[in-house]
């Protein structure tokens, strides 16, 4: 796959991606890596604009976490709690990292990684790694990247976009990372290509929300499919009911083309069905069950092993409420797949990898293959660009009205 900045400002194709900072857990003992699509964005840009993105310094100041990259890029975060002196000595383990897979550089530094506000200082590192990524190419490449705030209030993530040459397709490449303020979260509202905020604006200036789009996902541990799976795996999802199967088909053939072990599915990413708000309620009611348990607890044994169940409740279950807000889910699901313009490419891996494991990790060889089957993927989907424009336009149209009108009404 060759590649290259361009200056065209009508691409055909996107290619999107997200790091969630801290989203590692979910309900029904779902964990990630949801750092894969920023890392396989960002490494597809550097392709393109050359960048050295290892992380050389590190340093703490009044609960803010500066990272710099070789080629001068900060990132700044703060925890909502600080960093402790040893957690500053921890993270000085992530020097020599490479900035762009952020979630095994933060896992490497503390072991483990809670969002939901549970460990902040991972977190908030997490989330100056991705900004130093960012800032590496704003800085580097000024006339050739744009970047923007995701422009949503909490968050303090930033996006990053640029104009590509895929095997001289034009392709408008687009990395995100979703993070709140203080290490808390993430708030995961702008996932995906969901158009609006501060990030919409620039999907708009580069045209991505009309373009059949691929959206690279995690590397993640999903029981209902781990539990049988035997290599870990490519899972290439969407719904085609509300998606675009044109993407679909072509990053399956981009699979087949690189002999990469993969699986697929057409029923994923249902819409309009309440489920985030009936699992937001079923863990309210989880959380009264407990605390009413809680207030009649007279042993400091019995109150242990309860508030020992309420943290875990608060820093996995949780995970699966926290990220989207509810009328958001209803229209793009859990992947964040604006109707009729996405299929997704993410990882799953097997049970005795994540037995081992315990968090699933993205390296450089993940990278390489997610890019290998974008690279397939980009000719197959331009040579049925038609059809694909053509789900855009009929799937979009019939189940949109915007963005803003449906959060308001929500």
Do not use: W
Not at 386 to 396: F, I, L, Q
């Amino acid at each position: 796959m060759q590649v290259r900045s361009t200056p065209v400002d009508k691409p055909l194709i996107g290619v999107m991606g997200h790091a969630g900072a801290g989203h590692v857990h979910s309900h029904s003992g779902f964990i990630q890596d949801d750092s894969a699509g920023f890392a396989v964005v960002t490494t597809l840009i550097r392709r393109a604009l050359p960048a050295d993105t290892r992380v050389t310094g590190i340093s703490v100041e009044g609960g803010t976490v500066a990272v710099r990259t070789a080629d001068g890029g900060i990132g700044r975060a703060a925890a909502r709690r600080g960093f402790s002196h040893y957690e500053q000595e921890l993270m000085q383990r992530g020097l020599g990292c490479d900035a762009v897979i952020s979630q095994s550089c933060a896992f490497r530094c503390f072991g483990r990684i809670y969002g939901q506000g549970v460990l902040e200082a991972p977190v908030a590192f997490q989330t100056a790694l991705c900004l130093a990524v960012i800032d590496t190419f704003s800085r580097k490449y000024p006339d050739q990247v744009r970047v923007a705030d995701e422009g949503f209030a909490g968050n303090v993530g930033r996006c990053l976009a640029a104009h590509l040459a895929v095997d001289g397709i034009p392709v408008a490449a687009f990395a995100l990372i979703n993070a709140s303020a203080g290490g808390i979260g993430p708030v995961e509202d702008l996932e995906g290509n969901v158009c609006f905020a501060a990030k919409g604006e620039l999907m708009k200036a580069f045209g991505l929300h009309r373009l059949p789009t691929i959206i690279v996902e995690s590397k993640a541990y999903v029981p209902a499919v781990g539990e049988e799976l035997v290599t870990n795996s490519f899972f290439i999802r969407h719904s085609k009911t509300y998606d675009n199967p044109v993407v679909a088909t072509a990053l399956i053939e981009g699979a087949k083309q690189c002999d990469l072990p993969y699986l697929s599915a057409d029923h994923a990413y249902p819409r309009y069905t309440g489920d985030m708000r009936r699992v937001t309620a079923d863990f309210a009611a989880r959380l009264k069950t407990l605390a009413e348990k809680i207030e009649s607890a007279s042993s400091a044994a019995e109150k242990t092993a309860l508030v020992a169940e309420l943290a875990v409740l608060a820093s996995q279950d949780a995970g699966g409420i926290t990220y989207m807000s509810d009328p958001l889910f209803d229209l793009v699901a859990g992947g964040g797949l604006m109707p009729g313009t996405a299929a997704v490419l993410s990882m799953v891996v097997t049970k005795p990898y994540i037995k081992a494991r315990m968090i699933p990790e993205v390296d450089e060889n993940d990278i390489e293959d997610y890019l290998a089957i974008i690279g397939g993927a980009v000719p197959e989907l331009h040579e049925n660009i038609h059809a694909a424009n053509a789900c855009v336009e009929k799937v979009g149209a019939a189940n949109l009205t915007t963005i803003d009108e449906m959060l308001a009404g929500g």
